[in-house]
């Protein structure tokens, strides 16, 4: 049956998804890939290492963000970024070191924090 719009349909993995139904992690991961210049891939995926330093600064402000606004645990962190705990524990010392000393890493994590 076609929508009033035309042909499109709503795909079955959608339907019932709103606006509300979107992880608040999933609100903050957006405005940290924003502010960064990187993509949701780049946050999640699985190299380890500072070789891509762009999205190593933004996963490690993402760390600290989810923490800090949504007050989730490391290990929750960990499971929402494909991390063990610990990484997530040293990630935000080390986003804590950057913010003290990186001025365009502080101020990228300004704008993700005002959204």
Known sequence: MASPQGDFQTPASLRGVT????????????????AFSVS???????SLGWHDYPSSCAR????????????YSYPRIGRIMRRDHSTVMSGIRR????????PNFAAAYERARQG
């Open 19 to 34: 606006r509300d139904s979107v992880e608040p992690s999933d609100r903050v991961l957006a405005r940290i890939c924003d």
């Open 40 to 46: 949701i891939q780049d946050l999640k995926k699985d």
């Open 60 to 71: 490690i402000a993402a760390y600290r963000l989810i923490r800090e606004e949504l007050k």
């Open 95 to 102: 986003a804590n070191e950057l913010l003290a000393t990186d």
